[in-house]
């Protein structure tokens, strides 16, 4: 059955990245490029083909069940506590298999065009193969210990991608701040697991999040602080997705991260790994929303909270990266709140099937924004929309596709865009009307932005360049065209029908109190942005000066890094690292030290027992003897 | 008995025949010709290995003398491999200039001492033990005493010997007391017999103390260093690995099935000698600058994290002491691998020379360090899952004393490992080993066990596999 053929989606990168890591550099850079993108090629087929038998295929009477299709014991330590690898399969994993393999396979090849000709061009390929598994792993995981295994994974594939260019100070210093910014969100994750799974006596997802299970059938009675452990383990587990899918205020690291090469952005910083924390609260939805519904409050206003930030930080900057991070920033927090509005069950499942819907059409239209940025930047060598504009004659393809995907991320229909967002937003219009506010000034600050960045880049001054920009060859364009087709066609998946929170299947339809004005916003965004930076004009600037301060401040991301600087550097370092080092320096290496000084001086005294004689080592032997025989019949048997 | 039984003893039956072929095809070697035999014996072993992989019924022939079951099968396959390994590594040693004659000796004495080994393993009579252990140890000596022109290999078998003879009448004085106080030789009665009377605590005492002899437990251990000192490499790494291996196993099946009674009486006593074995030997392994000697005292410390283990006397900790004998075998076979590869080439052997190899010899200095992380228990290789399960069935039942003491004895271990991975990456030499290749053999020897390390560490498969067929008190 092709189920069993399932370990390949994971077999097969973990492969790739053996061999391309260890080989690569015997190999020519375009064999080694088109080995990899045919590698991916084969886990997409296989991925889909996976997840088309798991949605149409004979399971589906009775609703989608979760199905594990293989598991193994990988540390057994007790009966009840174990740690299992596996593969599971339900609605979600079978989606962002789909979603992580497309995007995987599009970047793998954009790059054979995109990295031609630089160094270490094998290591790149080895590196995404790397993530590719890794990210893979993480979506199929059966046991939250898996998952935390490979979101350490993918947390190091992407700080070696963000630090590919290691000879740039600038991608060395992103890098590390997205891994110690993630790696401190781990940290509240890893206590939330170990809360969570002690109380409940399993890692097992499919026994956590079923509803007789100990979890939710049996909650814990046990408080903390005055709030029930479980919602603090529950709290403390979306601080990992936090730190992964940049909320605030775990956010910082996330533009930093424009500082890898631009497929990376695309596929790691758009559309897979940075949904992790989404995935994360999907897969312990029923846990969410049943058992600790405050947790699941936290969830949706740090959600609304980062959509709406994100989105204001996005209408300042010039880096049309930078730009693109803080929109999807902005994005992740919408499916956040997605989540945090929905209920369980049914209809009333819509929030979570929204979030997922959005899940999937964004990772295609971000996933096509930051390539279509990487064929401008490849064009223009420059990330910075002062140095752009006019291109639209240049770059035919690129702008096509650019303003589709702009299109889709305003919501206009028929795009995808506008039937994800549609989704969330009558979510949230049933049943948080602050959030649905939120989400309703979200998107038409979405709008503008998104309209001033394909402005800037593609109309607005002509200019002269220094060399004539041209269209990115046919690997590069291709991605761009996939990615669209999937822009303009997944809004028409049945989505209600595949990915629901109790895996039934319930009937959808528009409502118009919702959607009419929401689009109506998103083209207000759009005439606005048309207005200003169509043609070049002084507009821009009096707006930026008529908001004065906030204009400053947002434009400074609202001086977040200016005010962690400040506290890593001033109080953490002196107040608590400083005591913290000299206790390990003199209590913790101290005796560490005596310990060596003990074994150094009796070693020198006992020397004399290993004589080289003969007769000695009778006598200590026949000794050994007698006194165990002694200590025993003395002290032991009586 | 029916001729599919023999199908029980196919691992001894063939082992036989292997040393039957060896020694003919020495009798009737041409006159005048050379031969080294390293390609006979390593093709035989080869094929006792594989045959060693089928699958095999169990059951017991003789009226109960000879006992045959999975985890049986299991480590005689673990030791077949090592076996196959020394050998491998022993190739350009056995194929270089040498001054003696009569090379197919080497092999034939140490396919001997296997044969005794499975019998050890295998026996369920106390007789049939000390046949085996006999069968084990004699060949030993002579082959320790190979290089016999050499002064301190001579000298190492005479001590070996000797040595051997002192432990072999203690632990057939506690046989024989243990005849005398159940009446019966048989491991199954012994077993129904055995309450813990005085007479028969001293009797258990003594025959400990013989097979303690054989893993070298301290204050059993002081021939150790002067053996591996003397003895060539081939028969040093055989001795710490192999023997050492086979031995550990045998005294964990007879605490764990025999003397299984009385376990409340014997934890206290393995506590003390495993907490003596530890310090002993990390005490003395800080202080040696002969890499042999080195091996022998930290081998000597290894035998006593095997010991917190086997204290346990649970599930985890059976299964746990046969997997840190797999890793066992493979981290030190590592060790030796590189220490003879390096003596054949440039005859040095004292840790001032490994000054700077990674320089000139950067892979066997990697496997080097991979080894030697292995024994100090640094993860991800293998060693560090086989002392995690060691120390954690010694906490499981409570026994977080003994735990504290183990670990602080591995940060002790942990400097002198240090130190031989210092020298080779940082300390500069003048005259550093310089550039040489091994040969193709004795290669495949040096990966076969770089990969162990690396595989065992990931496979949890092969550790599940093997608390599948443990069993506790």
């Known amino acids: ?638 | 008995m029916q001729i599919e039984d023999f199908l029980l003893m196919r691992h001894e039956i063939l082992l036989t025949l292997g040393i039957l072929i060896i020694l003919m095809a020495d009798l009737f070697r041409p006159h005048g010709r050379e031969s080294s035999f390293s390609g006979l014996a390593i093709g035989l072993m080869a094929v006792i290995t594989l045959a060693g992989l089928l699958p095999v019924p169990q059951g017991s022939l003789f009226g109960g003398m000879y006992v045959s079951t999975p985890l049986f099968t299991l480590v005689k396959n673990v030791l077949t491999m090592g076996t196959l390994i020394v050998f491998l590594q022993a190739h350009s040693w056995m194929t270089g200039p040498l001054t003696l004659r009569r090379r197919s000796e080497f092999y034939i004495l140490l396919m001997s001492t296997l044969l005794g080994m499975y019998f050890m393993i295998s026996s369920g009579n106390f007789l049939m033990l000390y046949i085996g252990l006999e069968l084990a140890s004699i060949p030993v000596a002579a082959a320790a005493a190979y290089d016999k022109f050499r002064m301190d290999s001579a000298e190492s078998g005479m001590k070996y010997i000797l040595s051997s003879a002192v432990s072999s009448a203690i632990l057939l004085y506690g046989i024989s007391l243990i005849y005398g106080a159940t009446g019966s030789l048989y491991f199954e009665r012994v077993a129904a017999f055995y309450t813990g009377t005085p007479v028969q605590m001293l009797a258990f005492v003594l025959f400990f103390s013989g097979l303690a002899f054989k893993i070298s437990l301290v204050p059993f251990h002081l021939w150790t260093a002067d053996v591996y000192q003397g003895a060539p490499t081939g028969v040093t790494s055989y001795l710490s690995v192999v023997s050492k291996g086979a031995s550990t196993f045998v005294l964990l099946v007879l605490l764990y099935t025999v003397f299984s009674k009385i376990a409340l009486l014997w934890q206290p006593m393995l506590f003390v000698v495993a907490v003596v074995t530890m310090v002993v030997g990390n005490l003395f392994a800080l202080r040696q600058q002969h890499m042999r000697r080195f091996i022998a005292f930290s081998s000597i410390s290894q035998a006593g994290y095997i010991l917190v283990g086997l204290a346990a006397g649970n599930q985890l900790g059976m299964s746990s002491v046969v997997y840190y004998i797999l890793v066992y075998v493979c981290s030190n076979l590592g060790v030796f691998g590189v220490i003879s590869a390096i003596e054949h080439a440039t005859g040095k052997l004292r840790m001032d020379d490994y000054n700077g190899l990674y320089h000139t010899n950067p892979r066997l200095a990697l496997l080097m360090t991979l080894s030697l992380f292995s024994l100090a228990g640094i993860p991800p290789v293998a060693g560090f899952f086989g002392k995690f399960f060691l120390f954690a069935a010694a906490a499981q039942q409570g026994m977080y004393v003994l735990v504290i003491l183990a670990t602080l004895n591995t940060i002790i271990s942990l400097y002198y490992y240090l130190l031989v991975v210092k020298a080779m990456f940082i300390n500069s030499n003048n005259t550093p080993v310089p550039f040489f290749r091994t040969c193709c053999v004795t290669r495949t020897g040096l990966v076969l066990c770089a990969l162990g390390l690396v595989v065992l560490g990931f496979a949890a498969v092969v550790y599940q596999q093997m608390f599948d067929m443990s069993f506790g008190l």
Not at chain 1, 249 to 266: F, K, N, Q, R, Y
Not at chain 1, 278 to 305: E, Q, S
Not at chain 1, 382 to 411: E, Q, V, W, Y
Not at chain 1, 446 to 467: C, D, K, Q, S
Request: aromatic share 16%; proline share 4%.
């Open chain 1, 1 to 638: 059955m092709i189920f069993s053929l399932a370990i390949w989606i994971l077999a097969l990168p973990l492969m790739m990245f053996l061999f391309l890591g260890l080989a690569g550099h015997k190999l020519k850079p375009a064999t080694a490029g088109i080995l990899g993108t045919a590698g991916l090629g084969v886990v997409a087929l296989l991925s889909y083909t996976v997840a088309a038998v798991y949605f149409f295929g004979p399971s589906r009477e009775g609703g989608l069940q979760p199905e594990v299709l293989f598991s193994f014991d990988w540390l057994h330590f007790t009966d009840q506590l174990q740690v299992k690898l596996g593969f599971l399969l339900d609605p979600i994993s079978a989606m962002m298999l789909v979603v992580v393999s497309t995007v995987s396979f599009a970047v793998h090849l954009y790059s054979n065009g995109y990295m031609h000709g630089e160094r270490g061009f094998q290591r790149f390929y080895a590196f995404l193969s790397l993530f590719t598994f890794s990210m893979m792993g993480l979506v199929v995981a059966t046991n939250i210990f898996q998952m935390y295994i490979f979101w350490e994974l993918v947390g190091v594939s992407s700080y070696l991608l963000i630090g590919f260019y290691y000879e740039k100070p600038s991608a060395i210093l992103a890098s590390k701040k997205a891994f110690i910014v993630t790696r401190f969100a781990d940290l509240g994750f890893l206590i939330g697991i170990l809360v969570l799974s002690y109380y409940a006596q399993t890692f097992d997802f499919i026994t956590l999040t079923s509803l007789e299970g100990p979890v939710i059938g049996h909650p814990v009675g046990a408080t903390f602080l005055g709030v029930s452990v479980l919602t603090w383990a529950l709290v403390l587990i979306f601080m990992g997705g936090a730190g992964k899918s940049a909320m605030f205020p775990l956010h910082i690291w996330l533009p930093d991260a424009m500082e890898g090469p631009t497929p990376v952005s695309a596929l790691i910083h758009a559309a897979t790994m940075v949904v992790a924390g989404v995935y994360l609260v999907a897969r312990l939805f029923p846990v969410y929303v049943l058992a600790a519904p405050d947790a699941l409050m936290v969830v949706a206003y740090t959600g609304g909270f980062t959509a709406l930030f994100a989105a204001v930080i996005a209408c300042t900057q010039n880096d049309i990266k930078r730009v693109l991070a803080f929109s999807t920033m902005s994005q992740l927090g919408y499916m956040m709140l997605a989540l945090g509005v929905s209920g369980y069950g049914g209809h009333d499942g819509l929030g979570f099937m929204a979030s997922m819907f959005h899940l999937f059409t964004h990772a295609m239209f971000k996933a096509l924004l930051f390539l279509g940025a990487g064929a401008i930047i490849h064009a223009v060598h420059s990330n910075f929309m002062t140095d752009m504009g006019g291109l639209r004659k240049h770059l035919p393809i690129t702008h096509i596709t650019f303003l589709l995907a702009c299109l889709a991320i305003a919501g206009i229909p028929p795009l995808s865009g506008f039937f994800s967002k549609d989704e969330i937003l009558v979510a949230a219009f049933h049943s948080n009307k602050l959030l649905f506010f939120v989400a309703y000034a979200v998107s038409g600050i979405t709008a503008f932005y998104m309209f001033r960045l394909y402005y800037n880049i593609f109309w607005g001054v002509r200019r002269e360049y220094p060399h004539p920009p041209h269209e990115a060859p046919l690997s590069m364009s291709l991605p761009l065209m996939i990615l669209a087709a999937a822009t303009i066609f997944a809004g028409f998946i049945p989505f209600a029908q595949l990915v629901t929170s109790d895996g039934q299947p319930f009937e959808i339809h528009t409502e118009w109190v919702v959607a009419v004005p929401a689009v109506l916003i998103g083209l207000t965004g759009i005439l606005v942005a048309t207005l200003m930076y169509k043609s070049e004009k002084t507009l821009p600037d009096r707006v930026a000066a008529f908001f004065g301060p906030l204009y400053r401040w947002a434009s400074r991301k609202f001086y977040f890094d200016e005010l962690y600087m400040f506290i890593t550097k001033r109080i953490l370092f002196n107040k608590v690292s400083s005591p913290v080092a000299w206790f390990d320096r003199h209590i913790v290496d101290g005796f560490m030290n005596l310990l060596a000084y003990l074994a150094q001086r009796s070693s020198f005294l006992i020397r004399g027992l290993q004589s080289g004689h003969i007769q000695g080592y009778v006598f200590v032997f026949v000794l050994g003897a007698v006194l165990l025989s002694a200590y025993m019949l003395l002290f032991v048997t009586l």
